[in-house]
């Protein structure tokens, strides 16, 4: 299972920005790719961003295209998301999540609702 180590919850005003850091544990060293998505409540799991493990090869949803920046360290597993220019429709619980295949090869989405690992996930709640 993916952990995000910190934060574990984050309230950020409208405009403002944040950064999840991410950091594996108990994971598998066969992973393809690594990203984010997120859930708001009552919505079904919507993918944000990932990339490609070997070539770096990055998918950028809609919703934040423009706003968000993916960083992958390779010494110790980290993934950082940042976000910036945060709307209230960005309130959402979101979680690393790591894939066995590669993020280039499929939509965002499936790539969110078929990746075999995630994290537990973190609140942001973002105030207009």
């Known amino acids: 299972q993916l952990q995000i180590v910190e934060p574990r919850g984050e309230l950020v005003q409208s405009g403002g920005s944040v950064t999840l850091t991410c950091r594996p544990r108990n994971f598998t060293s066969n992973y393809k790719s690594v990203g984010w998505f997120r859930q708001a409540p009552g919505k079904e799991r919507e993918g944000i961003i990932c990339?490609?493990?070997?070539?770096?090869?990055?998918r950028y949803g809609d919703s934040v295209k423009g706003r968000a920046t993916i960083k992958k360290y390779n010494i110790e597993v980290t993934l950082t998301l940042e976000l910036t220019n945060l709307k209230p429709q960005d309130t959402a619980v979101f979680s690393c999540?790591?894939?066995?295949?590669?993020?280039?090869?499929?939509?965002?989405?499936?790539?969110?609702?078929?990746?075999?690992?995630w994290g537990t996930g973190t609140r942001v709640t973002v105030s207009s």
């Open positions: 990339i490609n493990r070997y070539d770096g090869f990055t």
């Open positions: 999540a790591a894939a066995l295949g590669y993020c280039s090869g499929t939509l965002l989405q499936s790539w969110a609702r078929e990746a075999q690992f």
